[in-house]
Nanobody, 125 residues
Framework: QVQLVESGGGSVQAGGSLRLSCAAS????????MGWFRQAPGKEREGVAR????????YYAESVKGRFTISQDNRKNTLYLQMNSLKPEDTAMYYC??????????????????WGQGTQVTVSS
């Protein structure tokens, strides 16, 4: 049984940083594509970043490019999202997601087979 457990969320002021972690069990981080999504109250879920193995290729939504970094530690079987220069509009519940395909798109939720329960990020101005 696959489980993805996010942690690291919290409340920060604008300009601050947080690092989210997603610990996987029953799934090998680095085997396939993984990503981070977020959903703010009253808004649709949006893809934030994804990473797939091979070339360690990463992709970011325009809204977070240059501020967020997705990475993975295969030894710890954990996915990370380093978030710097946080803005109030980054406030949302953040979810990690795992696929069973080599390539995935954060524009297609259906690419991801497994989802965590989420961790809340709140950025105050």
């Amino acid at each position: 049984q696959v489980q993805l457990v996010e942690s690291g969320g919290g409340s920060v002021q604008a300009g601050g940083s947080l690092r989210l972690s997603c610990a996987a069990s029953g799934y090998t981080v680095g085997s396939y594509c993984m990503g981070w999504f977020r959903q703010a109250p009253g808004k649709e879920r949006e893809g934030v970043a994804r990473i797939y193995t091979g070339a360690g290729s990463t992709y970011y939504a325009e809204s977070v490019k240059g501020r967020f970094t997705i990475s993975q530690d295969n030894r710890k079987n954990t996915l990370y999202l380093q978030m710097n220069s946080l803005k109030p509009e980054d406030t949302a519940m953040y979810y990690c997601a795992a696929s069973v395909v080599w390539y995935c798109s954060i524009g297609r939720s259906a690419d991801f087979s497994y989802w965590g329960q989420g961790t809340q990020v709140t950025v105050s101005s």
